[in-house]
Each structure stands twice: as C-alpha cells, then as structure tokens.
Nanobody, 115 residues
Framework: QVQLVESGGGLVQAGGSLRLSCAAS????????GGWYRQAPGRQRELVAR???????RYGDSVKGRFTISRDNAKNTVYLQMNSLTPEDTAVYYC?????????WGQGTQVTVSS
C-alpha cells in the first residue's frame, strides 16, 4: 500500500521560506516520478514542481526561480524548498507520486503566507 506523508507546512510572512517534505512508503521515489501540486480555494489544482525518476525537474511558471524540488533517495523523501513566498502561494500543497500509470496523493499540507 502506497502512503505519502507530507510535513512542513505552516504560516509564514511574505518574503519568507518554508520547506515541505514528502516521505513515501510502498513505493520508491527513485523509480517513480514525484512532485508537488497545490490548490487554493476556488481554484483548480495546479502543478508546482515535478522530479522524474532520472532527476529531471519541471516547475510551474509562477514558482520558477523561487521554488526548488529535490529528492533524497536514502530517505525516500521528496522536498520542496520555497523561497520568496507571496500571499498568492497560499494553498494546500499535495505530494504526488506517479508509477505504473497510477497517481498517488498525500493528504495535503496547508501553506499560508501573510502579507
């Protein structure tokens, strides 16, 4: 059974930083695509960042240059370093893994950026 457990969300002032973590069990991130999506109230879920099994990364346009996705294979964990946060980054952030044609999702972690 695949489980993705996110941590690291919270409240931060504009201009601040947060690091999200997603620990996986039941699958190996180095053999899967992993990433982060977010959903703000009244908006569709959108891509934040993805990292392929071979390490290639892709970012949503609104976070390029501010967010960095990385992976620790030994810990089977994907991270999202978020810098220069703005109130527009406020959302629930979801960890995602994709393997064998199936999407797996974490429970989500709230990120709130105050102005």
């Amino acid at each position: 059974q695949v489980q993705l457990v996110e941590s690291g969300g919270g409240l931060v002032q504009a201009g601040g930083s947060l690091r999200l973590s997603c620990a996986a069990s039941g699958l190996t991130f180095s053999f899967s695509a992993g990433g982060w999506y977010r959903q703000a109230p009244g908006r569709q879920r959108e891509l934040v960042a993805r990292i392929a099994s071979i390490g290639l990364t892709r970012y949503g346009d609104s976070v390029k240059g501010r967010f960095t996705i990385s992976r620790d294979n030994a810990k089977n964990t994907v991270y999202l370093q978020m810098n220069s946060l703005t109130p527009e980054d406020t959302a629930v952030y979801y960890c995602n893994a994709f393997r064998g044609g199936v999407d797996y999702w974490g429970q989500g972690t709230q990120v709130t950026v105050s102005s």
